[in-house]
């Protein structure tokens, strides 16, 4: 719970700061980035690589990235995620993800290694 709280304090104060990262996408180093300061503040640096590879793997941080065998959609790749949902609120929603399932990006990484999915 005190994690989560952090992601949205953080997300909210990167909202009204300045250099907001505005829709449409046109970097996919500048989510990359706002993922590297979310999961920073609920893990370390290892627990982020293991995020950046997990995501690379899952749709290489493409936030239209869709699966045509299941409703995943985005970076995340998460199960019936709207496709109009914004870029950081798609990393968010992975983010919480991740931290509700696994716990740690590497424990869910090491699942996506053993059956192809997290």
Known sequence: MRKMLILLVAFLLLLISPGVIKEPYISIEHPKKY???????????????????????????????????????GIPQILGMPEDTPILKQIDLGLAYVEHRYDTPCKALVHHLRRGWY
Do not use: F, I, V
């Not at 640096?45 to 959609?73: F, G, V």
């Open 35 to 73: 993922a590297e300061r979310m999961a920073l503040l609920l893990w370390d640096e290892h627990q982020w690589r293991c995020l950046h590879e997990l995501w690379q793997r899952e749709s290489k941080w493409n936030p239209r990235a869709d699966n045509p065998k299941s409703t995943a959609y």
